[in-house]
């Protein structure tokens, strides 16, 4: 019974700042500028992973899945040097007969939820610092640990009983919160103190009411978080948990080693013959008095190369093939006892490891190490990977070092798939696009706008991403990741959509590219940008335009093109042309016009929304407080003189509205309700981005 990796809590050495990464199986890419410090995550997570301390603070955050189940003898190492659970076992020794005594062991062991009641009960018990029963069976019930790695040579870390603070854990999240207020509350005494304010008796008088009351039940937490290294703080992730108690330090906790992928063939080659050692005899003795190497373990490392070659075809285009044969064991004092080949393509031959390219060399060691590593190979001790269920770590430093466009992608989607069909996290810090157009990627990008190296999990925002220089991407990049463009009129109609389905659009990889106007669409919407260079769709949005008739229109017009009846086509889009009013509309023909010359109408779609403005879509009263509804200011508005009247967002100015870019994001960010045509222009961008049969 091993706990499960949430996450790392990183900070420090300078540029790195305070970092919350979760460790999730599969693929996580870190991304930014050179000098952003992508680098330097890596290098704390692996302190935090391997229990080396570092110049700061690198922990980790575990938790059990059922701790309040109770341990079979069998199922654990009670040994003195086993992982968490024998030294909480023993911590609680050291406390006193609280649970049975340490002669039980022939009988079901304390649960996890036990032995941290058990431990802060005892510790407690009677102090200042005592924790009512209701914050003590919260924690309990959580089973969370976080471990502060502090090892010099040896692996070592401080464990810490934590807590999440969520609705789960009211009574705990209560006195949090209240110890918070009690730290704020003493720091503007301090300040108030230190400007000589509090000599007015008044002023000390109503400071005193101001602070906070309620049950004070947890530890000093006002002095702890005023600890610059203290691995939680107010405002912290809320999947970050809080540490209740020390249980002092321990070593080691093998299940949870990073491991990088510069492995050396020699290592390779001892793991896979003491693996096969481990398996069976490996030399055997014929009649005559001769020694050979057992059928037993030719097939077994004829094996590990098969299932290795299968790991490398999904990570590498044209990956080599592997073999994997014992030498004569007479042989064995001058060379290795395995001798590792790959087919050679070009030569049609096979050739040592060694002679690979650098990539391939370097995935080919992945891939035999990732095999070795699984249940099928895996040794109890292994320090690389985990027991089945628990986390693993694989650190990766720009990893589509030496490969081109085509591999990359590749190499990411493989990489993906086996982090989520093996339960390996693993965070790869690159510069490559192929990772970030990875849907199934968790993207976390890391920047240094403040002074300090920050990581935002967040979808990559193409809607922001063209004009934003801290990705480190250029345009062909950005470009090449975006599977549709989604063209409104001008900056309104982007805000409102951002806002209200932008997360959505961002994560099918969709651009909303705004036009300041229909005016511009004609020349902002290249073709040749658009059709020419991207494999990306274009859905047309625009006001005013009849749904209806526009839609039914331009399925007529594409099914014709379809069947080979361009001129038809064209005459259908001219008696378009005929029905078109407004300027949306005029300028939507010429779109359509020119898909239909490019022979690319099967990439356009067009989508109308049937309310005149963008703004019409949010409350009015959050315009004009006194408008009655929009069928109403729209009604004033017209009976203004013809010359005197202007636009209809100039009269809601004149009214008193706000309408700019700020201030309609604001409005829009209070709704309740997004409308429903949004949701079926998402749809329809949800549509024409996602492959068939996904």
């Known amino acids: 019974m091993e706990p499960e990796l949430i996450g790392v809590t990183l900070q420090g050495p300078p540029p790195l700042g305070r970092v919350h990464i979760r460790c999730e199986s599969g693929l996580s890419v870190l991304y930014g500028l050179n000098g952003a410090g992508k680098t330097s995550v890596l290098r704390a997570m692996r302190t935090a992973l391997t229990g080396i301390r570092g110049e700061g603070l690198a922990a980790l955050h575990v938790r059990y899945a059922n701790p309040s189940r109770r341990l079979d003898p069998d199922e654990v190492d009670w040994s003195p040097e086993g992982p968490l659970v024998q030294h909480l076992e023993r911590e609680k020794t050291l406390l006193g007969p609280y649970l049975s005594s340490s002669a039980d062991k022939a009988n079901a062991r304390s649960g996890i939820a036990e032995l941290v009641i058990a431990i802060l009960s005892e510790r407690h018990s009677g102090t200042w610092t005592e924790l009512p029963t209701e914050i003590v069976n919260e924690v309990a019930s959580q089973g969370v640990f976080t471990l502060v790695a502090t090892g010099t040579n040896t692996p070592e870390w401080a464990l810490w009983i934590s807590g999440i603070v969520d609705e789960k854990t009211p009574v705990l999240r209560e006195s949090v919160d209240l110890e918070i207020r009690h730290h704020e509350w003493t720091a503007s005494l301090l300040e108030m103190r230190d400007s000589g304010i509090l000599e007015d008796e008044s002023v000390r008088l109503k400071a005193l009411d101001n602070m906070p009351t309620g049950k004070n039940a947890f530890l000093a937490l006002h002095s702890l978080v005023e600890q610059d290294h203290f691995p939680w703080r107010p405002g912290d992730p809320t999947w970050v948990p809080c540490p209740i108690d020390d249980c002092g330090n321990f070593s080691p906790l093998t299940r949870f080693m990073a491991e990088g992928i510069e492995l050396k063939e020699s290592d390779i080659r001892d793991r896979s013959v003491s693996i096969a050692n481990d398996r069976g005899r490996i030399i055997v003795a014929g009649d005559d008095g001769s020694v050979g190497i057992s059928e037993h373990a030719q097939q077994y490392v004829r094996q590990i190369a098969l299932e290795a070659t299968q790991v490398l075809e999904m990570l590498l285009a044209d990956g080599p093939v592997l073999r994997c044969e014992f030498r004569k064991p007479t042989d064995w004092l001058q060379h290795p006892p395995l001798e590792w080949n790959a087919f050679d393509r070009p030569s049609l031959s096979w050739v040592p490891i060694e002679q690979l390219s650098d990539a391939q060399r370097l995935w080919t060691n992945f891939a035999i190490a990732f095999v070795l590593a699984g249940p099928s190979y895996r040794n109890e001790d292994d320090l690389w990977t985990g027991n089945e269920g628990e986390g693993r770590v694989l650190l990766l430093d720009e990893p589509e070092r030496g490969l081109h466009a085509r591999a990359q992608r590749q190499l990411a989607q493989g990489l993906a798939r086996i982090g989520s069909t093996s339960s390996l996290t693993i965070v790869a810090a690159t510069h490559s696009s192929a990772f970030l157009d990875d849907p199934s990627a ?84 290249d ?28 399925d007529m017009v594409k ?21 078109c009013e407004s300027t949306e509309e005029k300028f939507l023909y010429e779109f359509l016009h020119l898909a239909i010359r490019s022979g690319k109408t099967h990439r356009v779609e067009v989508f109308g929304f049937s309310k005149p403005d963008i703004l019409e879509y949010l409350p009015y009263k959050e315009f004009v407080k006194d408008g009655g509804s929009w069928g ?45 045509e949004f949701n079926h222009l998402l749809a329809k961008c949800q549509g024409v981005t996602t492959p068939p049969g996904s």
């Open 442 to 525: 968790t993207l976390l990008h890391v920047s240094r706008d403040s002074g300090s190296t920050q990581v935002v999990k967040e979808t990559l925002s193409i809607r922001n991403a063209l004009e934003n220089k801290n990705l480190g991407l250029d345009s062909s990049e950005i470009l090449g990741m975006i599977r549709a463009f989604l063209v409104v009129e001008g900056v309104h109609d982007q805000v409102v959509i951002n806002r209200l389905i932008g997360n959505e659009l961002g994560e099918a990889r969709v651009a909303v590219v705004p036009m300041g106007g229909t005016h511009a669409l004609k020349t902002v919407v």
């Open 632 to 676: 109403a200011l729209k009604k004033d508005w017209k009976r203004k003189d013809w010359n005197e009247r202007g636009t209809f967002k100039e009269y809601l100015r004149s009214r008193g509205a706000k309408i700019n870019p700020g201030a309609i994001d604001r409005i829009a960010k209070r709704m309740d309700e997004i409308p429903t």
């Open 527 to 554: 073709a040749h940008l658009i059709f020419d260079y991207t494999s990306a769709a274009v859905i047309i949005a625009l006001d005013r335009l009849r749904i209806e008739s526009t839609q039914l229109n331009w």
């Open 559 to 579: 099914q014709l093109v379809r069947k080979g009846e361009v001129s038809n086509a064209y005459a259908s889009l001219e008696e378009f042309k005929r029905r």
